[in-house]
């Protein structure tokens, strides 16, 4: 059962955060940026974002609870976050949440916590996702799980954005518009499935 939900909370994690999909926007914020320094803020925002992932991985069930959100409206709110993720994905366009709008007029500020590890990264839908995955029955199993999908997934992420130029080249835009639809097919299933366990948990009639 662990292993199953691992390999469910894997998926679930690397598809709505989707790293091939932001790779556009990684190589775009970083446009004009020496390899050496390019490799240096996805180094820096991976571990701001391993760091705000956990942060709501731990403290969760505390936020939810102390702004008396059942999980059951959570995931219910997840999942309509996540559902139009993975529309705009099915579309091969990126996200409005996880793409940040940008004042060219403005000096240009660190971009390694904001906008690249939030909300590129570690955006509203990945967030949304970790904690309702997290919570259930077995929340210690629960969390140790996702945890781990996510060390993967963000370890996976930096090892794209270290050779995000390759990538690139190899795959093209049409290869990575096909890798980002299909994740918003996948995505969509789990935003349904997520918004649809919420919803029986809070009117349990529906289930018989």
């Given at each position: 059962?662990?292993?199953?939900?691992?390999?469910?909370?894997?998926?679930?994690?690397?598809?709505?955060?989707?790293?091939?999909?932001?790779?556009?926007?990684?190589?775009?914020?970083?446009?004009?940026?020496?390899?050496?320094?390019?490799?240096?803020?996805?180094?820096?925002?991976?571990?701001?974002?391993?760091?705000?992932?956990?942060?709501?991985?731990?403290?969760?069930?505390?936020?939810?609870?102390?702004?008396?959100?059942?999980?059951?409206?959570?995931?219910?709110?997840?999942?309509?976050?996540?559902?139009?993720?993975?529309?705009?994905?099915?579309n091969a366009q990126p996200s409005h949440i996880?793409?940040?709008?940008?004042?060219?007029?403005?000096?240009?500020?660190?971009?390694?916590?904001?906008?690249?590890?939030?909300?590129?990264?570690?955006?509203?839908?990945?967030?949304?996702?970790?904690?309702?995955?997290?919570?259930?029955?077995?929340?210690?199993?629960?969390?140790?799980?996702?945890?781990?999908?996510?060390?993967?997934?963000?370890?996976?992420?930096?090892?794209?954005?270290?050779?995000?130029?390759?990538?690139?080249?190899?795959?093209?835009?049409?290869?990575?518009?096909?890798?980002?639809?299909?994740?918003?097919?996948?995505?969509?299933?789990?935003?349904?499935?997520?918004a649809a366990t919420g919803l029986v948990g809070?009117?349990?009639?529906?289930?018989?």
């Amino acid at each position: 059962m662990m292993l199953s939900y691992f390999i469910h909370a894997l998926i679930s994690v690397f598809a709505v955060l989707n790293p091939l999909g932001i790779l556009p926007t990684f190589l775009a914020i970083t446009d004009g940026k020496h390899p050496i320094e390019r490799r240096r803020i996805a180094r820096k925002a991976i571990v701001y974002s391993f760091f705000i992932v956990l942060m709501f991985l731990l403290l969760g069930h505390l936020i939810l609870t102390l702004f008396g959100i059942t999980i059951e409206a959570f995931r219910v709110a997840g999942g309509i976050l996540v559902f139009f993720i993975a529309f705009q994905l099915l579309n091969a366009q990126p996200s409005h949440i996880q793409t940040p709008h940008e004042d060219e007029s403005q000096p240009k500020p660190d971009i390694t916590l904001t906008p690249l590890a939030l909300p590129i990264i570690a955006g509203p839908g990945t967030i949304a996702t970790v904690m309702a995955l997290a919570a259930g029955p077995n929340i210690l199993m629960h969390s140790a799980a996702v945890f781990i999908a996510c060390v993967i997934v963000l370890a996976g992420t930096y090892c794209i954005f270290h050779y995000a130029s390759s990538i690139n080249r190899y795959i093209g835009h049409t290869g990575l518009n096909v890798i980002t639809r299909l994740m918003g097919f996948i995505l969509t299933i789990i935003a349904v499935q997520m918004a649809a366990t919420g919803l029986v948990g809070l009117f349990p009639g529906w289930a018989h």
